[in-house]
């Protein structure tokens, strides 16, 4: 039965209520536990006195805990995840802030909401609200630059619909109850170079964690299908927010730099778990949200797609059912959809691309326009007209066909239409020994290098320490072999991901990190405290 915002509202009182007396108990064992040890004579479990002692100092204790921690619980936050307002002289930040506005105006100024940009490289966006009646919304830098404006549009109103149907509230005082001190302790272990003081700050991460794991079940995975049908409700496009979750299930979500302690904030858990991603009594229990697959599904349906009907589709393309004459709806790049379209009006549009969406005349269900095997022949015309003639390799990304070309002196297989480049791993050495020599590295590319080498060297580092390998996620098919790529780090020293096939002997870079890569490596941009870092990860692990 779905849920009133009276029923959500009552809910979120006792949910806030039980926060508390766990948080009473937590300190009622500890006062217990203290002073059995130390005064085991004076005082004993029978003793009423200890008792009534021990249950005052536990609701002195818990009280002024609570409120110092969900009172000011967002300017903590911004202040832990270092998140600052949006830059008015930047294109897309003031973007950002013209589309808070428009919630503001929507929703008729019920609740005034702070927006903030967290400068991080990862993809993820959050929402906060805490007893002082302040509320935020924040999103990555890494994420808002990949984003179209209506894709942000779904993300906000989505984050939007938690403050305003109050279930934020609940999420952030059981975040702020441990949750930010032991995002602050695992920052302060992973920048330590003390090893004395990187294991107690990892064993008190450790329990404060597992204390906000605790509040976990009281947090309802049904909260993200309510706040996604909210965020169509608002958008009218369904599709705009099953695009981002996708791009979110495929890119880092933020773990390392995002607390664990803050997972039930996020659209999607900044760390990528097996348990997420399954459904059932366990996960429900313990998960705080809901598999993205199942998410991508329900707003796929109510853009009328099915992962069964896109099968059907595909296997009647490829039996010749389609006909050739037939005309086209498509959406543009502003999210709307345009048509119907010829043939050769299709053919003319400029910004047609292999990744857009396409409905047949006479169908129903949106696809991607390159599983369309006439729509494909499009770009295929368009790679004939302006480069060499393809080489039998396809894009793993948009399944367009690879060019091949010249780059410092050797044999590259680029993507016209998503800039990746697919190079054989025997001949990257050659490529790094010649950078500079007719290309030196452009200041863009040095200065996306440094960022990204910052951001995944903590992240490196964590997924060494808690060994967290998240194998549930969709991965990119080889151009050869068409088996599924493994992706991870160039190298222990050189923090740029990339996808390799061992059985074929080839990696493949997206749009920049080969540049990326190279610049890395002719600059020697590694931190000065990288050696100090991995040695104690590695210390921590054999402990």
């Given at each position: 039965?779905?849920?009133?915002?009276?029923?959500?509202?009552?809910?979120?009182?006792?949910?806030?209520?039980?926060?508390?007396?766990?948080?009473?108990?937590?300190?009622?064992?500890?006062?217990?536990?203290?002073?059995?040890?130390?005064?085991?004579?004076?005082?004993?479990?029978?003793?009423?006195?200890?008792?009534?002692?021990?249950?005052?100092?536990?609701?002195?204790?818990?009280?002024?805990?609570?409120?110092?921690?969900?009172?000011?619980?967002?300017?903590?936050?911004?202040?832990?995840?270092?998140?600052?307002?949006?830059?008015?002289?930047?294109?897309?930040?003031?973007?950002?802030?013209?589309?808070?506005?428009?919630?503001?105006?929507?929703?008729?100024?019920?609740?005034?909401?702070?927006?903030?940009?967290?400068?991080?490289?990862?993809?993820?966006?959050?929402?906060?609200?805490?007893?002082?009646?302040?509320?935020?919304?924040?999103?990555?830098?890494?994420?808002?630059?990949?984003?179209?404006?209506?894709?942000?549009?779904?993300?906000?109103?989505?984050?939007?619909?938690?403050?305003?149907?109050?279930?934020?509230?609940?999420?952030?005082?059981?975040?702020?109850?441990?949750?930010?001190?032991?995002?602050?302790?695992?920052?302060?272990r992973y920048s330590s170079e003390n090893r004395v003081f990187s294991l107690p700050a990892f064993i008190l991460a450790w329990i404060l964690l597992q204390l906000g794991y605790l509040l976990n079940l009281?947090?309802?995975?049904?909260?993200?299908?309510?706040?996604?049908?909210?965020?169509?409700?608002?958008?009218?496009?369904?599709?705009?927010?099953?695009?981002?979750?996708?791009?979110?299930?495929?890119?880092?979500?933020?773990?390392?730099?995002?607390?664990?302690?803050?997972?039930?904030?996020?659209?999607?858990?900044?760390?990528?778990?097996?348990?997420?991603?399954?459904?059932?009594?366990?996960?429900?229990?313990?998960?705080?949200?809901?598999?993205?697959?199942?998410?991508?599904?329900?707003?796929?349906?109510?853009?009328?797609?099915?992962?069964?009907?896109?099968?059907?589709?595909?296997?009647?393309?490829?039996?010749?059912?389609?006909?050739?004459?037939?005309?086209?709806?498509?959406?543009?790049?502003?999210?709307?959809?345009?048509?119907?379209?010829?043939?050769?009006?299709?053919?003319?549009?400029?910004?047609?691309?292999?990744?857009?969406?396409?409905?047949?005349?006479?169908?129903?269900?949106?696809?991607?326009?390159?599983?369309?095997?006439?729509?494909?022949?499009?770009?295929?015309?368009?790679?004939?007209?302006?480069?060499?003639?393809?080489?039998?390799?396809?894009?793993?990304?948009?399944?367009?066909?690879?060019?091949?070309?010249?780059?410092?002196?050797?044999?590259?297989?680029?993507?016209?239409?998503?800039?990746?480049?697919?190079?054989?791993?025997?001949?990257?050495?050659?490529?790094?020994?010649?950078?500079?020599?007719?290309?030196?590295?452009?200041?863009?590319?040095?200065?996306?290098?440094?960022?990204?080498?910052?951001?995944?060297?903590?992240?490196?580092?964590?997924?060494?320490?808690?060994?967290?390998?998240?194998?549930?996620?969709?991965?990119?098919?080889?151009?050869?072999?068409?088996?599924?790529?493994?992706?991870?780090?160039?190298?222990?020293?050189?923090?740029?991901?990339?996808?390799?096939?061992?059985?074929?002997?080839?990696?493949?870079?997206?749009?920049?990190?080969?540049?990326?890569?190279?610049?890395?490596?002719?600059?020697?941009?590694?931190?000065?405290?990288?050696?100090?870092?991995?040695?104690?990860?590695?210390?921590?692990?054999?402990?």
């Open positions: 039965m779905p849920l009133t915002f009276i029923d959500i509202e009552r809910q979120k009182n006792w949910r806030i209520a039980m926060f508390f007396v766990v948080l009473l108990l937590v300190y009622l064992g500890v006062l217990a536990a203290f002073g059995l040890a130390i005064f085991p004579v004076t005082f004993g479990t029978t003793t009423p006195r200890f008792w009534v002692v021990a249950g005052l100092l536990a609701l002195l204790g818990a009280g002024i805990h609570f409120w110092f921690a969900a009172y000011d619980a967002v300017n903590s936050m911004l202040h832990s995840l270092d998140a600052r307002p949006p830059d008015p002289d930047d294109e897309i930040h003031r973007m950002f802030s013209n589309i808070i506005q428009e919630v503001h105006v929507v929703t008729g100024n019920k609740r005034a909401i702070q927006c903030a940009v967290i400068p991080s490289l990862s993809l993820n966006a959050l929402a906060a609200e805490d007893l002082k009646g302040n509320s935020l919304i924040a999103i990555t830098e890494g994420l808002l630059s990949r984003l179209t404006r209506p894709q942000i549009e779904a993300v906000v109103c989505h984050e939007a619909h938690h403050i305003l149907s109050g279930d934020c509230l609940e999420t952030t005082v059981a975040a702020s109850l441990f949750g930010t001190l032991s995002s602050a302790m695992e920052k302060l009281f947090i309802s995975r049904e909260r993200e299908y309510r706040a996604d049908a909210a965020s169509v409700r608002m958008t009218r496009n369904p599709l705009a927010l099953a695009e981002t979750l996708h791009l979110l299930s495929r890119g880092w979500r933020g773990a390392g730099f995002i607390g664990s302690g803050f997972e039930m904030l996020c659209i999607v858990n900044p760390q990528a778990t097996a348990l997420d991603e399954t459904e059932g009594f366990l996960p429900d229990l313990l998960s705080t949200h809901p598999p993205l697959k199942k998410r991508m599904e329900v707003l796929l349906a109510m853009a009328r797609v099915s992962v069964a009907e896109l099968d059907r589709m595909k296997a009647q393309r490829n039996s010749g059912e389609q006909a050739a004459g037939q005309n086209y709806f498509v959406m543009s790049p502003k999210q709307d959809w345009q048509g119907p379209f010829t043939f050769q009006e299709l053919a003319a549009l400029p910004w047609l691309s292999p990744l857009s969406w396409i409905v047949p005349g006479g169908g129903r269900n949106p696809d991607r326009a390159w599983k369309d095997p006439i729509v494909s022949t499009i770009f295929l015309q368009r790679l004939n007209g302006t480069e060499p003639a393809p080489n039998g390799l396809t894009c793993p990304t948009c399944n367009q066909p690879l060019v091949t070309r010249t780059y410092e002196g050797t044999r590259i297989y680029p993507c016209s239409f998503c800039a990746g480049t697919l190079v054989e791993t025997d001949k990257i050495p050659r490529i790094i020994a010649r950078t500079g020599r007719d290309r030196p590295c452009t200041e863009r590319v040095n200065a996306l290098a440094r960022a990204v080498l910052k951001e995944n060297q903590s992240r490196m580092i964590y997924q060494k320490i808690s060994d967290n390998n998240a194998g549930t996620l969709p991965r990119l098919p080889c151009p050869k072999c068409k088996n599924p790529l493994s992706r991870g780090f160039y190298s222990q020293a050189h923090l740029i991901e990339v996808d390799r096939c061992s059985y074929c002997g080839l990696t493949w870079f997206d749009k920049d990190e080969l540049e990326m890569l190279q610049c890395m490596i002719e600059n020697r941009l590694l931190p000065d405290t990288a050696d100090a870092a991995m040695s104690g990860a590695r210390t921590e692990m054999n402990a």
